[in-house]
């Protein structure tokens, strides 16, 4: 009896192995090594649009473009020796479709403009702690779990950020999946503690 329990415990054991997927965590590699960077400031800071469905899969167990979203990769810096800077998802902006880009700045997404083409969205990790927004129909319970715990692991948060210190994470925009290969601009702001100045960070990717 207490031989068959160890195997239906074994048993149960393996399935749950088999269904839990394994994540692929993205690389760490200097700041200057990445396609699309900018120091400036006392920060460094590199952006990656992760694009590819190979690759998505690594990462999240899914296409998640198809998913309605865009996963960016963030690395930011300190490189400064005696400020400390805030950095807020709230001061994030994304915009899908850009033709000829001036600047995010001009824009106001607080009042939401949206032309042809183009898809303007403040603070992204919202999406992110929205109760069972990735619980996939058919998906088993613990891979769920596991697929969410893997998404809030590698999420980017709002964080103070001190002088020699590294934070990096993504950030998850919406975006439709005929838009996959459009050129979209992304804004990273941040602020020195204790200052009403901001610094912004634009990139075309």
């Not at 590199?46 to 590819?52: F, G, L, S, Y």
């Not at 033709?99 to 992204?124: C, H, M, W, Y």
């Not at 050129?183 to 702001?189: F, G, M, Y």
């Amino acid at each position: 009896m207490f031989a068959r329990l160890l195997l239906v415990l074994f048993a149960t054991v393996t399935l749950r192995a088999e269904a839990t997927p394994e994540f692929s965590d993205f690389p760490v590699q200097p700041i200057s090594e990445h396609p699309n960077h900018a120091v400036a400031n006392g920060l460094a800071v590199a952006v990656d649009a992760i694009r590819e469905k190979k690759v998505l899969k690594d990462y999240f167990d899914k296409d998640m473009v198809t998913e309605g979203y865009l996963p960016v990769h963030v690395v930011i810096q300190n490189v400064s020796t005696d400020t400390n800077f805030l950095f807020l998802t709230d001061n994030l902006a994304y915009v899908v479709g850009v033709a000829d880009l001036d600047t995010l700045e001009g824009r106001d997404p607080s009042l939401g403009q949206v032309s042809r083409g183009t898809k303007i969205f403040i603070n992204p990790a919202a999406v992110l702690i929205t109760p069972g927004v990735f619980l996939f129909t058919g998906m088993k319970i613990n891979k769920a779990a596991a697929f969410r715990h893997n998404i809030l692991t590698k999420e980017l948060t709002s964080q103070t950020i001190a002088p020699g210190e590294t934070i990096r994470g993504f950030i998850l925009f919406p975006i439709e999946e005929e838009d996959r290969e459009e050129e979209v601009a992304v804004r990273i702001r941040l602020s020195p503690v204790g200052s009403q100045s901001v610094q912004d960070y634009e990139f075309v990717l």
